[in-house]
């Protein structure tokens, strides 16, 4: 692994560290029953919101559940690992958001590291790290994930791998409705290459 890569992912794992830090002092000292075998930490904290979807689509899929607003290819990846460790469905959300989170960080620096230099990459993922809801990047949503495949259209284009590229932009629009906003600079980007027939 290059040591961009290791500065890459110490920034992630250093700033998750910290989030789960204060997620666990916030439990401890705001949740009632947490000192008194309430609910496990990791239901109390993460099972809010859209994670409960997510979760829902995982275990019994759209039929059951609805939420046909939420695009199913965290939900699927969610289901695979939850099923691989357990039906541990929580962890497997967490455990996909931070794996997703951890490659976009690395791929995002060497991505910025290529268009503005390497000190300015540094800053980039560091700013990724502390700004408020980068809270969302370890909680069971398609955030993580959604970034992941943002950043990997982006640089694979970036390389002229414009088949990789597509791939990339077609699973972010199975993540969120979102990825339809790659679409526009991905066909600037082919316009504007030295092949434009073979890009487009």
């Known amino acids: 692994m290059s040591p961009a890569a290791r500065s ?3 920034t992630f794992a250093l700033s ?3 989030v789960w830090l204060v997620a666990v002092y916030a439990w401890v000292w705001f949740s009632p029953g ?3 075998g309430g609910d496990p930490y990791v239901r109390t904290v993460w099972l809010h919101g859209d994670a409960a979807w997510f979760i829902g689509i995982a275990q019994h899929g759209y039929e059951r559940n609805g939420g046909e607003v939420f695009y199913p290819l965290y ?3 969610l289901a695979g690992v939850a099923r691989v460790i357990g039906h541990a469905w929580v962890a497997a959300g967490i455990l996909v958001s931070l ?3 951890a490659a976009a960080f ?3 620096h060497r991505l910025a590291a290529r268009l503005v230099g390497e000190d300015a990459a540094r800053r980039t993922v560091l700013y990724l790290a502390v700004f408020p809801m980068s809270l969302f ?3 069971p949503y398609s955030e993580a994930l959604y970034l992941l495949l943002a950043v990997a259209t982006f640089l694979l284009a970036e390389d002229a791998r414009w088949l990789p590229a597509s791939i990339a932009a077609g699973l972010a629009l199975l993540t969120r409705i979102a990825g339809v906003a790659l679409l ?6 082919a316009w504007r290459s030295g092949d434009r027939r073979r890009a487009l």
Not at 184 to 189: A, D, T
């Open 8 to 10: 890459a992912l110490r």
């Open 16 to 18: 998750r560290a910290a």
């Open 34 to 36: 947490s000192r008194g």
């Open 75 to 77: 939900p699927l990846l």
């Open 99 to 101: 794996a997703a989170g």
């Open 106 to 108: 690395v791929l995002l």
């Open 137 to 139: 990047l370890q909680a």
């Open 184 to 189: 526009p600079p991905l066909l600037w980007m």
